[in-house]
């Protein structure tokens, strides 16, 4: 249980009510009760709010008339609310030391006050900072330097000469460091002969992956993820890819060879990227969308048309093969006119 005193303090807002009620828990508006904290960030979630029977509710000023409750007002309710809901579930701390099912190769470097879980193999060589866990049936092979406070949760993959920073979060089923799809064609139909993968990957602090997102190692130089960077579940990135610092990337993202995406940037759920392309600082990318070619400018940008009835859609469909004709008479009728 926390006060309403000691999280006001903790996450620097102003709190209008009992400083000495506390709470436990967090839940949404609807289901809180007395002894849980809620927030709300949007005015469509207001008939909720004057409703609800939570604890405290995190908000902002321009919802002050709305509600009556205790409150900590705050400038960004959704920052705050996160801040405050580390507070009151915070992770779970576990006991340290290396399970006996353990399999730890020769050369290893792990700090005393870490984790190692059931079934976890670590090859010869490998570096792990101090405070990390490494949750079941992680593979870490070998060369690889991984940073303090480290946390992969389950069945995570690191591949040889990964190197990573501190404080990152790496979810179950991710696979970082595997090879990229690098094969040289040889002869008509003959087929495909492998090129080695000879690069590794890097990443940077505060990062955070989620579940079964694949980062390939490079071919000859490094495959980057930079400090702070958020990448969703089931998200590719190929061989080469550098990605800028505090850059989120949401889930079935697919990054082609060699593109390099800048700081501060947001791909949306199911964007694709063409290889051997540069991003800029600061583009957002909604989703669905195909970049074809480099983004040199900041700002939002989009392609692909929203869903349709199968209807409207079809109809769409025709006009859309017949742009190419009607595009060469509209030119020959302008061509006509220029020249009467």
């Known amino acids: 249980?926390?006060?309403?005193?000691?999280?006001?303090?903790?996450?620097?807002?102003?709190?209008?009510?009992?400083?000495?009620?506390?709470?436990?828990?967090?839940?949404?508006?609807?289901?809180?009760?007395?002894?849980?904290?809620?927030?709300?960030?949007?005015?469509?979630?207001?008939?909720?709010?004057?409703?609800?029977?939570?604890?405290?509710?995190?908000?902002?000023?321009?919802?002050?008339?709305?509600?009556?409750?205790?409150?900590?007002?705050?400038?960004?309710p959704y920052l705050s609310y996160a801040k405050a809901a580390n507070i009151l579930h915070p992770r779970p701390k576990s006991a340290t030391g290396i399970h006996p099912s353990a399999v730890i190769g020769k050369n290893t470097k792990i700090a005393n006050d870490c984790v190692i879980a059931a079934n976890v193999v670590i090859s010869d060589n490998v570096t792990i900072g101090k405070g990390s866990y490494i949750g079941p049936n992680c593979l870490i092979d070998a060369d690889a330097v991984l940073g303090e406070e480290l946390n992969l949760i389950a069945n995570v993959s690191i591949g040889k000469k990964t190197r990573i920073g501190d404080r990152v979060t790496i979810h179950p089923g991710a696979v970082i460091?595997?090879?990229?799809?690098?094969?040289?064609?040889y002869g008509k139909q003959k087929g495909w002969y492998k090129i080695p993968q000879l690069g590794y990957v890097e990443i940077g602090n505060d990062v955070e992956i989620g579940a079964n997102t694949?980062?390939?190692?490079?071919?000859?130089?490094?495959?980057?993820?930079?400090?702070?960077?958020?990448?969703?579940?089931?998200?590719?990135?190929?061989?080469?890819?550098?990605?800028?610092?505090?850059?989120?990337?949401?889930?079935?993202?697919?990054?082609?060879?060699?593109?390099?995406?800048?700081?501060?940037?947001?791909l949306a759920g199911g964007v694709g990227l063409v290889g051997h392309i540069t991003i800029a600082d600061g583009v957002h990318i909604t989703g669905m969308t195909m970049v074809t070619h480099s983004i040199t400018k900041p700002g939002a940008y989009s392609s692909g048309t929203p869903f349709q009835t199968n209807t409207e859609w079809l109809k769409n469909a025709v006009r859309f093969k017949q742009l190419d004709k009607l595009t060469k008479k509209i030119n020959l009728l302008i061509k006509t006119q220029k020249e009467n």
């Open 1 to 76: 249980m926390v006060s309403l005193s000691e999280l006001a303090s903790a996450i620097d807002a102003d709190l209008k009510g009992e400083p000495e009620h506390h709470v436990d828990s967090c839940a949404t508006l609807e289901s809180a009760t007395s002894t849980q904290l809620s927030f709300i960030y949007n005015k469509k979630f207001i008939p909720a709010l004057r409703d609800t029977r939570a604890g405290v509710v995190i908000l902002s000023d321009i919802f002050l008339n709305e509600y009556d409750g205790n409150a900590l007002v705050v400038k960004d």
């Open 177 to 185: 460091g595997s090879d990229g799809f690098g094969y040289a064609p």
């Open 214 to 266: 694949t980062i390939d190692c490079g071919a000859l130089d490094n495959t980057v993820i930079g400090n702070g960077v958020k990448i969703d579940n089931q998200v590719q990135v190929a061989h080469n890819v550098h990605i800028g610092d505090h850059t989120a990337i949401a889930a079935c993202t697919g990054i082609a060879g060699s593109t390099k995406i800048g700081q501060h940037c947001t």
